[in-house]
């Protein structure tokens, strides 16, 4: 088990999300970056779904007080085992009584930390990902201890060749949503040329932009929406869909982001530019 | 049953097609989506999960759509055997308990006086519709009712509430709904029903689906408590129809 010292900035249990739930209001949830997510856990031999720790923005402060392996993706946040700095994408052996803490992101916005074996946290709708209403907590608490199994066991020196994402790169690749073509020729061009930055609303739920798209569309019939479906509300505001997003929505859904342009997103946080690169199924 | 309603597709994703039809929401359109989405579950292979929208079906694969015209195809197929292939799945009445009083009714005095009818007459209009479930989202538990009577159609507010308690029973614009868990929200509380609308624990999360129908009776403070006490869903399923 794992104590925790300090809670970090906003630090949750993730793992691919809460699919087939969704009939019942419940969002997908599951790691922002799925794509650095499965880089932990493949780091460690360990299963697709293992749960790993989300840790935005800065990382928390943990006492090992069982033996494992663990291993860092995403966003470059500098670890320190015992206040001696350890590398990210490779797997690091922990002892009892070890003491892990992390400076603040450098660049990205999510890491992802995978324990051997995955996190042992408490399963709702066959998911550990922490989502409010959902699970009992919605974050990870100073109050509570982080499980895992300490008998998991990995072939010693798993060694994987990573293709890590550019969190630099600023073309996010899209498709056209529902109601795309209800848009007209100056609004659709404005999405091809224009820059887009990313407002302080910022969340697991939705990112908010800042420019407007001055078009006034018609709210639609009540429907469903998806992880990267790009919203238009009424006064312009531009809103992209993320993991916690709920189901359903009353706005028109003018883009849907591909797989790796939510992933790259997830990396992005208040005032990073984005531009929108549409691309035909 | 006349099940030759149109619908478009559309590809909104390499996993996802969206299916529409363009019409204004109905019961008999309702019918139908519930319908299909059970006879795409069934036959379509590959399908993870399907949710639904008041005139439209959100189909996702487990993995990317590589013959899309099959895919397309098949569920054509499907929907025109429809009732070939099965009849619709039995719909359940739910009657739940309703506090239309005191600190559960924050905002029915507020309503009464715009909407220049008494209390009372409110909670008659409320409770007597019997509601249509058209589909769960918002927030986990919360049911899409359809129903409310013209007379307490009222928009929300400006500034939502910050805090809107597990139970509330609101109205928003033209709907009416019951908000599952505590969380923000715009519309007019004018109660609390003490019947949880989700629970983990429970096989399946909300007792209500699709299709189901709904009403409430209005309950005194006592009863509340009592009712809150046993909170089984199931002694308010009142018919299966």
């Not at chain 1, 709210?219 to 709920?246: C, H, N, S, Y």
Request: aromatic share 10%; charged share 20%; with cysteine.
């Amino acid at each position: 088990m794992i104590e925790i010292l300090k809670q970090g900035w906003h630090t949750t249990i993730q793992d691919l999300g809460r699919l087939g739930s969704q009939s019942f209001g419940v969002p997908i949830s599951g790691a922002m970056d799925l794509n650095a997510f499965q880089w932990a856990n493949k780091l460690l031999n360990n299963n697709s779904s293992a749960a790993c720790l989300e840790m935005t923005s800065k990382g928390p402060e943990l006492k090992f007080h069982e033996p494992s392996f663990i291993a860092f993706t995403g966003a470059i946040m500098q670890a320190f085992l015992n206040s001696k700095p350890v590398k990210m994408y490779k797997p690091i052996e922990v002892k009892k009584g070890d003491v892990l803490k992390f400076s603040s992101v450098t660049l990205g916005c999510r890491t992802y930390m995978a324990i051997l074996g995955g996190f042992q946290s408490e399963k709702v709708l066959g998911c550990r990902s922490q989502y409010k209403g959902v699970t009992l907590e919605d974050r990870i608490v100073k109050e509570n201890l982080l499980l895992f199994n300490r008998n998991a066991f990995t072939q010693k020196g798993a060694r994987v060749k990573t293709k890590t994402t550019d969190y630099k790169d600023v073309n996010l690749k899209v498709y056209q949503g529902p109601e795309y073509h209800l848009l007209n020729s100056h609004s659709q061009n404005e999405f091809k040329t224009k820059q887009f930055t990313i407002s302080p609303s910022n969340n697991r739920m939705g990112y908010r932009l800042n420019e407007k798209i001055l078009q006034q569309l018609p709210e639609i019939w009540t429907a469903p929406t998806l992880p990267g479906t790009v919203q238009l509300t009424p006064d312009g505001t531009l809103i992209i869909l993320m993991r916690d997003a709920q189901v359903t929505g009353g706005y028109s859904r003018i883009l849907q982001l591909s797989d790796n342009a939510l992933n790259l997103l997830a990396q992005k946080s208040t005032k990073d530019v984005i531009k929108f690169e549409l691309i035909t199924l | 049953m006349n099940n030759k309603l149109p619908f478009t597709f559309f590809r909104m994703h390499p996993k996802v097609i969206l299916l529409e039809w363009e019409q204004d929401p109905s019961t008999e359109t309702l019918k139908e989506l519930t319908h299909f989405k059970a006879n795409i579950l069934k036959y379509s292979m590959g399908v993870s999960q399907i949710t639904l929208g008041y005139c439209s079906l959100l189909v996702q694969w487990k993995e990317d759509i590589i013959n899309y015209s099959d895919a397309k195809k098949n569920l054509i197929a499907l929907y025109s055997n429809l009732s070939i292939n099965s009849t619709p799945a039995k719909t359940k009445h739910w009657t739940l308990p309703v506090c239309y009083e005191g600190e559960f009714a924050l905002d029915l005095a507020h309503l009464s006086s715009e909407l220049k009818l008494s209390k009372d007459t409110i909670i008659e209009l409320h409770s007597k519709t019997i509601y249509t479930v058209y589909f769960i989202g918002f927030l986990p538990g919360f049911l899409y009712l359809d129903g409310l009577d013209s007379k307490l159609f009222f928009p929300r507010k400006k500034n939502p509430r910050l805090v809107i308690p597990k139970g509330a029973v609101a109205i928003g614009g033209k709907q009416t709904g019951i908000y599952p868990n505590e969380s923000p929200g715009g519309w007019h509380i004018i109660g609390n029903t003490p019947i949880s609308l989700f629970n983990t624990k429970n096989e399946t999360p909300c007792f209500a689906k699709s299709g189901d129908t709904l009403s409430f009776y209005a309950v005194d403070e006592a009863e509340y408590q009592k009712i809150q006490c046993v909170n089984n869903p199931k002694a308010y399923l009142t018919k299966v129809k």
